[in-house]
């Protein structure tokens, strides 16, 4: 196997196949995985680079979004090496749990993707905590609980593990 068969930096699409194409470019991601919470965002950089050839016009896309996720990417398209900023939106009522995001870069003479592993988590809670009340705060897999009782130096504060079930 040469060099041309495969080659890959961390990030990048792996290449194989016989021959480099006459203008080739590499497709790379700075994140392997990323999290979002429902109505918020995630902001990612894809980069291409020129491998072999001439730079070509780069067209950018992601397919796999779970539903209420939105995919962006400023710009579209990038001559290859650049890069564009790619961002995630997802909707107050976006579908929790993990997906795998396929990033594809098209070019005139190739076609490349990369992998993301998105994860949507429950929105944090925000508010007021008023006297004598309750309040939680769900982040990822732990759970803050201002039960609405204070002790003699503060507010009391609970910290646990969420498991998905009643707590």
Known sequence: MTDNDKWA???NEIFTGGQVPANEFSLSDSLFAAPVNQGGSATTTVGTSVVAGTAQTVTLSASGLPPGVTATFNPSAVTAGGSSTRTLQASATAALGTAT???TGTS???VHSVPLTL???VA???GTIVSGGSYEIHQGTQVVDVPGSSTS???????WGAHGGAN
């Open 119 to 121: 994860t949507v988590n």
């Open 9 to 11: 930096t961390p990030y």
């Open 101 to 103: 995001v396929t990033v």
């Open 153 to 159: 130096t503060g507010t009391q504060l609970i910290v």
């Open 108 to 110: 005139p003479s190739v």
């Open 124 to 126: 944090g809670s925000g």
